[in-house]
């Protein structure tokens, strides 16, 4: 099965700051299409998992654009520039290429 | 308005089996893939399977076959999923999600199993 390795574990912050979280796969995710089906998910505390971000770096219908995804072959980032406190909860990467599809530990974003 | 409405919590006993159900709205049912997703506290998101709304094709991940079995209602638009021989492992919440192989746009609120005597 992939691995998607997240750092960090966690991320304490100061609202305004910019966040980032790195996924690593253990092997490429561009698939036989030309596509990387490497996703971000946000579960919020007592919520569902919400998604982000799909391929990579396009943001889901209402993301904020101060989300940025951004990668190739096994390493990505999710940059958020200016976190805001509706932000604060755990950060999870996701691979659709590869059956069985996986997903990232999380990384929990927390206020400093 | 895409709803996903799961079934309550369930306290069941080891060895026992358990169907949660994920009714949908809002959206063609037989449109589009299910999949349903396990975490366990504190823990990991794990994909389970998924099954297609529209003729109830399924596609497992190994380490669930035999343990998850997934079907649909066409005429309620509705997904379940069976679980069988419970264990303390099986204690967790369970999501269904619409997509497949990804892009889970659409999430249920989760139905959390309990596996205890």
């Known amino acids: 099965d992939v691995v998607l390795t997240q750092t960090p574990v966690s991320l304490s912050v100061t609202l305004g700051d910019q966040a980032s979280i790195s996924c690593r796969s253990s092997q490429s995710l561009e698939y036989s299409d030309g596509y990387t089906y490497l996703e971000w998910y946000l579960q919020k505390p007592g919520q569902s998992p919400q998604l982000l971000i799909y391929?990579?770096?396009n943001r889901f219908s209402g993301v904020p654009d101060r989300f940025i995804g951004s990668g190739s072959g096994t390493d990505f980032t999710l940059k958020i520039s200016r976190v805001e406190p509706e932000d604060l909860g755990v950060y999870y990467c996701f691979q659709a290429t590869h059956d069985p599809y996986t997903f990232g530990a999380g990384t929990k974003l927390e206020l400093k | 308005e895409v709803q996903l409405q799961q079934s309550g919590a369930e306290l069941v006993k080891p060895g026992a089996s358990v169907k949660l159900s994920c009714k949908t709205s809002?959206?063609?049912?037989?449109?589009?893939?299910m999949s349903w997703l396990k975490q366990m506290p504190g823990q990991n998101i794990e994909w389970i399977g998924n099954?297609?709304?529209?003729?109830?094709?399924?596609g497992y991940n190994q380490k669930f076959k035999g343990k998850a079995t997934l079907t649909v209602d066409k005429s309620s638009s509705t997904a379940y999923m069976d679980l069988s021989s419970l264990t303390s492992e099986d204690s967790a919440v369970y999501f269904c999600?619409?997509?497949?192989?990804?892009?889970?746009?659409?999430w249920g609120q989760g139905t959390l199993v309990t596996v205890s005597s």
């Open positions: 099954i297609y709304g529209g003729n109830g094709g399924t």
């Open positions: 999600a619409r997509g497949y192989p990804g892009i889970f746009a659409y």
């Open positions: 809002g959206y063609t049912f037989s449109n589009y893939y």
């Open positions: 391929e990579v770096s």
